[in-house]
């Protein structure tokens, strides 16, 4: 299948680990924030999102913190398994309109 | 309903030739999006509809691209006299558009090879 991100920043962590992905938006004006994962040869997948009069949400095993002074948004995800390892995006959306992707986060997780 | 299928997952064509990728969302879902990926790149947006109207182009959409949603239902994406700056996934996304939310679920993808 086709390989996503050859050249992305990556992080490498071990299984079990907790995973940290930064992210920094553009868009003072965004007020909806989405990550998706994306593995090689497939389209992106939901993760979690969360709305500007938030700060803070959590999932099952993950938790997506929006600090919107520096504009600047994390993915934490826990107990990292090698099911984790992929692409990373964060996505901006100024009026739940279009979403507009990052560059991404390889994730690498090592035994 | 499987999710958002796209229509052929691989396509090579030749320079100058012209490319239809097709798009069948979720069937519940109003939106549908194209969405553009180069390796190594996030995607870049190019369009939108909300059932059959086209509320929104990208710049990237150049007088070569046009895509329509007939009956508020499938896509299409067409590509006209290629380039092999074209070459790229081409992603579906559809969704149903929520107070405050607007999680978009993707397709496959369909990559296109210009020779």
């Known amino acids: 299948g086709e390989s996503v991100g050859l050249h992305l920043p990556t992080l490498s962590v071990q299984e079990g680990d907790n995973s940290i992905i930064n992210c920094a938006y553009s868009?003072?004006?965004?007020?909806?924030f989405i990550w998706y994962k994306q593995e090689s040869g497939k389209g992106p997948q939901f993760i979690i999102d969360?709305?500007?009069?938030?700060d803070k949400r959590q999932g099952q095993r993950v938790t997506v913190l929006l600090n919107k002074t520096v504009k600047h948004l994390s993915l934490q995800i826990a107990a990292t398994q090698p099911g984790d390892s992929a692409v990373y995006f964060c996505a901006e959306s100024p009026r739940t309109d279009k979403l507009i992707f990052g560059t991404g986060t390889r994730l690498q997780v090592f035994p | 309903d499987t999710g958002v299928s796209q229509d052929p997952r691989h396509k090579i064509t030749k320079r100058g030739q012209n490319v239809t990728f097709r798009c069948d969302p979720i069937?519940?879902?109003?939106?549908l999006y194209w969405y553009r990926q180069t390796l190594g790149q996030g995607p870049e947006f190019l369009t939108y509809f909300q059932n059959e109207a086209q509320l929104e182009k990208s710049r990237l959409l150049s007088d070569r691209f046009s895509a329509e949603r007939p009956k508020g239902s499938f896509s299409t994406l067409e590509i006209q006299r290629t380039e092999q700056g074209d070459s790229a996934m081409y992603l579906c996304?559809?969704?149903?558009?929520?107070?405050?939310?607007?999680?978009?679920?993707f397709g496959a993808g369909s990559r296109l090879t210009v020779l």
């Open positions: 996304a559809s969704s149903l558009l929520l107070s405050g939310a607007n999680v978009l679920t």
């Open positions: 969360i709305r500007s009069n938030m």
């Open positions: 868009n003072s004006a965004s007020d909806y």
């Open positions: 069937s519940e879902h109003n939106r």
